[in-house]
């Protein structure tokens, strides 16, 4: 005989509880997924947001067309771009790594412009001063200016991880087992539509609320902004 329901407010609490732990697991995958995103992101990020800065003008403008193209279509786009054109070049990749494919390149897209605006908010004295001492551009990039400018970038890097997790919600369209696609299923098989949806929305809000709280220390506390960052004037 089937449990009977144990309803609180019109929801069945008991199928809640139930369905609990297959929630948890798929949005461990969105978090991993996401998480992976964020960190190849930041792999391709940092030097292509450097060459955006220092890099030939040529490339300078190649790479901005690249940001503007990804921030500028929509993400369910790249995605689809990704699933389906890969195979086209012979890269097969199972659902769960296209998906992290097509999160890092949308992750890229604003990732490429948070290093830029934080290695541009580094005064520019500080390039001139390395140059002068002998350093190449590429020296001078990677020991004076990315140093302080990483830790301007960490809180918004924080932020970004926020901005891959909701997009992640689109990885239901290729069939990646994260969170959105199995709250579906569920509601699919047992047309229980408030329970879940409002399941899948806490689970949500727990972990953006937690990288919120997270990226908020960050920038007040840890990598605090002010008279730490500024470059003392010169007499």
Known sequence: MEDTPLLFAGLDVR???EIFPRMVQALLVTVQISALALLLGIVLGIPLGGLRVIGPRPLQLLIQGLVSYIRGTPQILHFLVV??????VGILLDEYWTGVVALT???VGYEVEIVRAAIESVHKGQREAALAQGMTEP???WLILLPQATRRML???TNELINVIKASALLSVIAVNELTKV?????YNTFYFVEVLLEVAVLYMLVIGALSWLSNYLENKVFSFGT???TPETR
Do not use: K, R
Request: glycine letters at 8%.
């Open 15 to 17: 199928f809640m509880v």
């Open 83 to 88: 699933y389906f054109a890969l195979p086209g």
């Open 105 to 107: 390149v949308i992750a």
């Open 139 to 141: 020296m001078a990039f």
């Open 155 to 157: 809180p918004a890097l």
């Open 183 to 187: 709250g579906n299923a569920i509601i």
């Open 228 to 230: 730490a960052l500024s």
